[in-house]
């Protein structure tokens, strides 16, 4: 069916670089004429970018307190907000987390699609050796889609599945408003 219902995972809706992309994503997402959720673990809105009117944020869980003794209750949540919202399109922004393929059976089993956003390279996980790359490839294979942020990154993941795609971030600063530099400073005359 048409997607009219999009929800937008992170962890946080902080003020990170993830959290910057994912608020310009709903505000384009919104322009569009989406329904936009975000769906987040932790919620400080004294400490976010600026959401567009309109726009539902549904905190799921603690993401530091899940645990395999207590995935149940999130996942439960997860479930029914899926449904509560009919949501058609989940955008999962936290591509490396060691739970992501436990959301993605849920979100998916709640009858929506299961988009992971990739925000940094492939090999990120390699040099932080959180979840390791072989526990990755099951939510990849599995997913509707996977979005990338360069062509080495497409060229990876198209290893495991065959809808992806390579986008640009929405660009947020304003380079008329910067002072400009006459290089002096950094690269002195000789």
């Not at 090999?123 to 599995?142: E, I």
């Not at 889609?145 to 947020?172: D, H, M, Q, R």
């Amino acid at each position: 069916g048409s997607i009219k219902t999009i929800a937008s995972y992170y962890r946080t809706t902080g003020i990170g670089g993830v959290e910057r992309v994912l608020s310009s994503l709903c505000k384009i997402w919104r322009e569009m004429g989406y329904k936009v959720i975000v769906l987040t673990d932790f919620r400080d809105p004294n400490y976010e970018f600026d959401f567009p009117k309109g726009t539902s944020i549904v905190v799921l869980s603690d993401y530091y307190n899940t645990s395999n003794k207590n995935y149940a209750e999130r996942g439960k949540a997860l479930y029914s907000f899926i449904k509560e919202y009919k949501i058609d399109l989940t955008i999962y922004h936290d591509w490396l987390k060691e739970d992501m393929l436990w959301d993605e059976l849920i979100v998916k089993s709640a009858g929506s699609a299961f988009i992971p956003y990739c925000h940094g390279v492939f090999t990120m996980d390699l040099h932080f050796q959180r979840v390791g790359l072989s526990n990755m490839v099951a939510p990849y294979l599995l997913s509707d889609a996977v979005v990338t942020l360069s062509e080495t990154n497409k060229s990876f993941w198209s290893n495991f599945n065959g809808n992806v795609y390579n986008i640009i971030n929405p660009f947020t600063y304003n380079f008329e408003d910067w002072e400009k530099s006459d290089c002096e400073t950094i690269f002195p005359s000789r």
